[in-house]
């Protein structure tokens, strides 16, 4: 069974930084590629940034510069470094895979940037 469970959102202020970390199990963690996604109340869920299985990294351009994706292959984890918080990054943060070609999504973690 394919499990995405992210952790290490809350509450920060502008200018803060969070890590989010998303758990993986059930899939070959280290063939696949994984994401991060946000949905904003009221908004699509859009792209944030991914990393491929070779380590090729992606970013949205509202991220770029302040966001990191990383991974750890042998705890089976994927992070989120997010610095220089902004109200607009106010969010639902979801990891996202896919595996034998489905599509798996974690239950979000909340990100809200406020003071």
């Known amino acids: 069974q394919v499990q995405l469970v992210e952790s290490g959102g809350g509450l920060v202020q502008p200018g803060g930084s969070l890590r989010l970390t998303c758990a993986a199990s059930?899939?070959?963690?280290?063939?696949?590629?994984m994401g991060w996604y946000r949905q904003a109340p009221g908004k699509q869920r859009d792209f944030v940034a991914s990393?491929?299985?070779?380590?090729?990294?992606n970013y949205a351009d509202s991220v770029k510069g302040r966001f990191t994706i990383s991974r750890d292959n042998a705890k089976n984890m994927v992070y989120l470094q997010m610095s220089s918080l902004k109200p607009e990054d106010t969010a639902v943060y979801y990891c996202?895979?896919?595996?034998?070609?489905?599509?798996?999504w974690g239950q979000g973690t909340q990100v809200t940037v406020s003071s």
């Open positions: 059930g899939i070959d963690f280290s063939a696949v590629n």
């Open positions: 990393l491929g299985s070779g380590g090729t990294t």
């Open positions: 996202r895979t896919i595996f034998s070609s489905r599509l798996y």
